[in-house]
Structures are given as structure tokens and as C-alpha cells.
């Protein structure tokens, strides 16, 4: 009879292959199911990293064709697309090898196959080779199994004129036109990519503003610079109908004006993921979801003794990072270890857009909303002097605080390497720190991150270069 594991994990992405390694560091005996062909869930092979190779790729093609204002003559520079799918493979490979090798270094035993709860401590597993169930005895189990796009009732994904996240990563050519439906992080990276190598893009969002979930100030000076490259926005409308067009596709949608129909080669449905939370034996257990989802405690315990749940099938941020913290959190409390519950006002929000979209912390409504008296201060990137260098000066900073006690509550970027430079800010929360300590902290210049000294200094009402 096998030995009985301290731990099995149902999923292999950022949350479940995280969580597998921190076992192993941790002396568990450990084993992780995953159904796809590799680890490394949805964030590696289907969102995450695929995504942001092609946003590298569009970038770096429209820098290049700017290169002349920068005294580099560069003649007719053209997007190759083929070689730019092939080094988002390459780039998606490596990261999969990388996560096979973090299993064997901490002796994580790695079954490939659907996994399924079916009794207190047992796990069976459908291997995908040759079909044959094997159970694993554990004494804990965490469920990982992440999500899957999801699409409106009236608009049927079909992979050829009407695509979801998945199979566009998977287009043979770039589309002459196309229409993205839904305008949230997903969403505003693929207009972005397709806007830069060429296509004709149009946003679709119900609500009134992009990156519904972001801070106001920074939708709008993100519309602002959509419309600058020319990106077409509908927002607060509504679509009635998805059917084919002379163009492709024709999308009908109730709009602030009326009634309106746009066309275009391709669609993109973008509004969203919902919880893989079939299939997992769920049925087995005394585990009842709540709109979809998997119910927790604050380190990450179901209604079920000793299994767990992280990542997209809880409520909360399906973000590749709060699964990975939320899968050491679990692990570490079934070791034993002191633990401490996840701050989810803490969560940074990053969108790889161009210009790039990040924010942690409360934005300003939030933060009244919940009885701050609050400040605030907005400086300009174009005020950044290594963003004028790269002609790059156009963005944004928002600093929240709130008066009394001087805690800066939320920050919020829209701008170039916005994503990179919000560390700083991540850091500022977990401290508690002040936006005078935030001001008053010698930044290096010229440097792009001298926009968060400005912005604390802005908000204090103390500022120099504007």
C-alpha cells in the first residue's frame, strides 16, 4: 500500500505549482494533478505569458517604427507574426521546463491527469495516458483548478470570426479589423497589441469607463491615450447581437446615443473567467459554492476538514499572484507554520497595456467609501524627465492618503513601465508608510520612478517640478 501523502494538489497553476514547492521546502510529502499536457495552468500557456510576449512584440514594433525620431534609420520595419507566435512558444516552453524541474528538486510527485476528490482523503486520478485511476491517500488536499473564459449568452465563441482569450493566442494572421468585447485587463492588452501591429480596433464595455475596477482618474487618462492611438471606444453599451457581417462580424449594441452596429474581421469576447469547479468532486464533499465559487476561511480552509482551496475558484482577484500567495498561505498553515491572513487591499493591479495601467491599495471612492477623509495629488509623467527621453511623457500618478494620520491608502499609475514601477508602492502599503516618508525618500534621477516622489509631494501640496 502507497504511503499516505500529507498533501495533494488538484491544478498546476501559478497557485498550485507555487503551493507544490512550498510544500516540498516545508519536508511534505507532496503530489500535484494537472489534466493539461504540461504545468503551469491558464498564467503560462493561455493568459499571462503568451499575452505579455505578443504586447513585447507590438511594443518594441512601434518603438521601432519611431526609431528615426530617436536618430535611428530604420527602413520600411515590418511585423513578421509567424516569428512572433514562435518566440512566445519558445518563451512559454522554457517556463513550463522550469516548473517540471522546480518538482523535482522538491521531490513533488507530478501525475498527469483529471483529478477528482472522492472520499475523505482520497483522490482518484484519470491518467491521461491509457485512462487507468489511480487513488492517492492524503491528508489534506487544495483545490487549484483555476478558470476558463467566459462568454455573453448572446455572443457564441466559434474560434474562427467570434475568438475568446485562449484561441487568439493561437491566430494565424493579424486581423485587418477587430472588436474587443469587454474592456477590463484582458481586454485592453489585446487592443493594444492588435492596435500596434496594425489592426483596426474597436473596445466594447458595458460600463462608462475602461478597467471598470481601477481608479476613475487613471480610466480616463487611459481612454485619453486610446483615443490618441486611434483605438475606437464604446462605452456604457450594451450588445444585443453578435452575427456575421460583410466585414466578418457585425456587433448590435445599445449605446448612451441609440442604437448602433459596428463591423469588423474578427471578434474578441473579453468579459471575463469563471471558476473550474466541475469534475473535482465537489459532491463528495459538504462543500457548497456560493456564486460559483469555492468559500474559504482566512487561511484558505473549505467547509470540508482538510481541503482547501485557492486562486480562481475562491472569490476574490483572479490574479496569478494572489493564487501564488494564497497557495503558500494554505500549505504553510497544513505545516504547522505561524500564518497570517492575506490583505487583499494589498493586491497590485497590473495591466500591460500601452501606455501600462497598475494600481495597489484603495482608490479614491473606495477609500471615502469607507470613511477616510482623504487626499489626493496627480503628477504628470510628461513633468518625468527620462520620460521625455524616450518620448514617453504622457500618464499619470494618483496618490490616495488620508489626512489624519498622513498613511498613504492607495496609489494608482497610468504610463510608461507603470507595472514596474509600482513595487515602490506595494512596499509603502505594507509598511504603512507616510506620503511625507514617500516624498521625502531620495529617488535617483533621471529615473522613471521619480513619479512617485513627485506624486507624495504633490498630494502633500509641496510640489517642484510642476
Not at 202 to 213: A, D, G, K, Q, S
Not at 378 to 392: G, V
Not at 396 to 415: N, P, Q, T
Request: include cysteine.
Amino acid at each position: 500500500m502507497a504511503d499516505i501523502l500529507d498533501v495533494v494538489i488538484i491544478g498546476s497553476g501559478p497557485g498550485g505549482y507555487v503551493a507544490a514547492i512550498r510544500a516540498g521546502q516545508l519536508g511534505l510529502k507532496t503530489a500535484i494533478v494537472e489534466r493539461d499536457k504540461r504545468l503551469g495552468g491558464t498564467c503560462l500557456h493561455r493568459g499571462c505569458i503568451p499575452t505579455k510576449s505578443l504586447l513585447w512584440t507590438a511594443e518594441l514594433f512601434a518603438h521601432i517604427q519611431e526609431a528615426a525620431e530617436f536618430g535611428i534609420d530604420l527602413k520600411s520595419p515590418a511585423i513578421n507574426w509567424a516569428a512572433a507566435m514562435k518566440h512566445k512558444t519558445k518563451v512559454v516552453t522554457a517556463g513550463a521546463n522550469g516548473i517540471d524541474y522546480l518538482m523535482k528538486k522538491n521531490k513533488v510527485q507530478v501525475l498527469k491527469g483529471q483529478g477528482r476528490i472522492v472520499g475523505k482523503g482520497k483522490v482518484e486520478v484519470t491518467l491521461t495516458e491509457g485512462g487507468a485511476k489511480q487513488t492517492l491517500e492524503t491528508k489534506n488536499i487544495v483545490i487549484a483548478t483555476g478558470s476558463v473564459p467566459k462568454s455573453l449568452p448572446n455572443v457564441k465563441v466559434d474560434h474562427k470570426a467570434v475568438y475568446n482569450s485562449d484561441s487568439i493566442l493561437e491566430i494565424a494572421e493579424i486581423p485587418k479589423s477587430i472588436i474587443v468585447l469587454g474592456a477590463g485587463a484582458v481586454g485592453c492588452e489585446f487592443a493594444s497589441v492588435f492596435n500596434h501591429v496594425g489592426s483596426e480596433t474597436t473596445l466594447v464595455e458595458y460600463f462608462p469607463h475602461l478597467l471598470p475596477i481601477e481608479d476613475e482618474e487613471a480610466s480616463k487618462e487611459l481612454e485619453k491615450q486610446f483615443k490618441r492611438r486611434k483605438i475606437g471606444l464604446e462605452l456604457s453599451a450594451r450588445v444585443e447581437k453578435v452575427e456575421p457581417g460583410g466585414k466578418g462580424v457585425k456587433v448590435t449594441m445599445t449605446t448612451p446615443s441609440g442604437p448602433k452596429t459596428i463591423e469588423a474581421q474578427i471578434l474578441l469576447s473579453a468579459v471575463g473567467r469563471a471558476p473550474v469547479t466541475e469534475d473535482v468532486g465537489l459532491e463528495k464533499t459538504n462543500i457548497k459554492l456560493e456564486k460559483g465559487f469555492i468559500p474559504v476561511d482566512d487561511f484558505m480552509r473549505t467547509t470540508e476538514p482538510h481541503v482547501y482551496a485557492i486562486g480562481d475558484v475562491i472569490p476574490g482577484p483572479m490574479l496569478a499572484h494572489v493564487a501564488s500567495a494564497e497557495g503558500v498561505l494554505a500549505v504553510e498553515h497544513i505545516a504547522g507554520k505561524e500564518v497570517h491572513p492575506i490583505n487583499y487591499d494589498h493586491t497590485p493591479s497590473a495591466t500591460y497595456c500601452y501606455p501600462e495601467v497598475a494600481s495597489v491599495g484603495l482608490t479614491e471612492k473606495k477609500a471615502k467609501e469607507r470613511g477616510y477623509d482623504v487626499k489626493t495629488g496627480i503628477f504628470p509623467f510628461s513633468a518625468i524627465t527620462k520620460a521625455k527621453i524616450s518620448e514617453e511623457g504622457f500618464g499619470m500618478i494618483k496618490v490616495v492618503s488620508e489626512k489624519k494620520y498622513d498613511e498613504v491608502l492607495g496609489v494608482h499609475m497610468v504610463g510608461p513601465h507603470a507595472t514596474e514601477l509600482l513595487a515602490e508602492a506595494c512596499i509603502a502599503l505594507r509598511l504603512e508608510t507616510t506620503t511625507e516618508e514617500l516624498g521625502r525618500t531620495m529617488h535617483a534621477h533621471p529615473t522613471l520612478s521619480e513619479i512617485m516622489k513627485e506624486g507624495a509631494e504633490m498630494t502633500l501640496g509641496t510640489p517642484i517640478h510642476v
